[in-house]
């Protein structure tokens, strides 16, 4: 579904799950559809896709477009973020025990820098935080607002 209005965050989250654990956008779509995420429909191949993130931060640095940043995402609920925000999930986000921890690993924490640039240059006003800051969840383990204050 189109936003309603204008993109004003952009937003970091993690799949949280452990070190050295790869997530697809299949499974992600698979999670998200079976919570009943608002699927996205690809307007030229009608295909659904339930995953909610805007891009997905793989472990090795690579990424992958799940939705397009004019449609609205399915990863915050609170404060109408999911039309307001453009949201980056890097695979990972707790350790062996499944406690929070940031787990990202170089590749992505450069990956994740370039993205959020990339994003601050098209959305110039939008804020840079956490999911943490607007739900009562650890995600994405790290102080993304103070990590990517400077930029």
């Known amino acids: 579904m189109k936003r309603t209005t204008p993109i004003d965050t952009i937003m970091i989250h993690c799949t949280a799950t452990p070190p050295r654990r790869e997530v697809s956008v299949a499974e992600l779509n698979r999670w998200h559809e079976a919570a009943r995420f608002e699927p996205y429909v690809d307007p030229k191949t009608g295909i659904k896709t339930y995953a909610g993130y805007h891009l997905l931060v793989h472990l090795d640095g690579s ?3 799940i939705r397009p940043d004019d449609q609205r995402g399915q ?3 609170q404060s109408n973020m999911n039309n307001r925000a453009v949201s980056i999930c890097y695979v990972g986000g707790v350790d062996n025990n499944n406690k929070p921890c ?7 924490k ?3 820098l370039t993205l959020v640039r990339t994003m601050r240059g098209r959305y110039p006003k939008a804020q840079i935080v ?3 800051d ?3 969840k650890a995600c994405p383990s ?3 607002k103070k990590e990517y204050s400077a930029i």
């Open 142 to 144: 790290f102080d993304a």
């Open 110 to 112: 450069r990956t994740l």
């Open 130 to 132: 956490g999911h943490r």
């Open 134 to 136: 607007y739900a009562p």
């Open 102 to 108: 940031d787990t990202r690993t170089e590749a992505q």
């Open 63 to 65: 990424y992958e477009r």
């Open 75 to 77: 990863h915050c609920p």
